[in-house]
């Protein structure tokens, strides 16, 4: 009896030992595929946090260039050696700035460049401005701020610092320009935005009006 069993014990074994073979393949297969579906996950992972990352970081960046830029083109426009007609003083810009009335008391100045490019400047005593530039503005119209498309922009500084200065650009902010009188000797009309500074707080220009030469 001993014999028979240690035959059969055998046989069974053997029998078997390539199903035991295979669910030990079966599991080591899991086990890998496990361990690549974690790395993936982790990849992933890493991609997604670059990624946010580097779009504030490009969002931060595009938002200074555009300050600055949006400085250069006002500083150029008060200059003749622009080929811009820079106006004689005659005009007047009137808004309200977060519900607070506000007009440029000081000076406003108006600039048409060719080919359409059309800047409006008003300004105080105080450090505060307000100015908006458009691009192929030829005739009355509606000439909208913001979006990734859109080159035109208006600015708001309320004082001197670097956080002082908001920006309605490509990036952040919108707005519109209505321009109800266009001739070559000057423009006028209405205006709003929502503009941003570099920390992203907004400011809220209503109820703006115009009316300058060129």
């Known amino acids: 009896m001993g014999a028979l069993s240690g035959v059969m014990f055998a046989l069974y074994f053997s029998s078997n030992a390539g199903t035991v073979d295979q669910v030990k393949k079966m599991s080591a297969r899991n086990a ?12 992933v ?3 997604l ?10 969002k931060m960046f595009m938002l200074a260039t555009l300050f600055l830029t ?9 200059s003749d050696d622009d080929g811009g007609t820079p106006s004689s003083g005659n005009g007047s810009v009137s808004l309200k700035i977060n519900g607070e009335s506000w007009s440029a008391s000081l000076a406003t100045q108006a600039v048409i460049s060719d080919p359409g490019l059309v800047t409006l400047t008003g300004s105080d005593s105080e450090a505060h401005q307000v100015s908006f530039t458009l691009l192929n503005a030829h005739a009355p119209g509606t000439y909208v701020i913001g979006g990734l498309t859109n080159s035109n922009q208006a600015r708001w500084t309320a004082g001197l610092s670097a956080d002082d200065t ?26 709003n935005f929502e503009a941003y500074n570099t920390s992203q707080e907004k ?7 115009f009316e300058a030469n060129f």
Do not use: H, P, W
């Not at 890998?32 to 990849?43: D, G, I, S």
């Not at 949006?70 to 008060?78: A, M, V």
């Open 32 to 43: 890998t595929a496990q361990n690549r579906a974690l790395r993936e996950y982790r990849v």
């Open 45 to 47: 992972a890493l991609g």
């Open 49 to 58: 946090k670059y990624l946010t990352q580097s779009t504030m970081k490009t």
């Open 70 to 78: 949006g400085f250069l083109l006002t500083s150029c426009s008060k």
């Open 166 to 191: 908001y920006l309605a650009s490509m990036v952040l902010g919108s707005g519109e320009v209505v321009i109800t009188e266009f001739s070559e000797s000057g423009f006028k009309g209405t205006f």
């Open 203 to 209: 400011v809220s220009v209503t109820d703006g009006s």
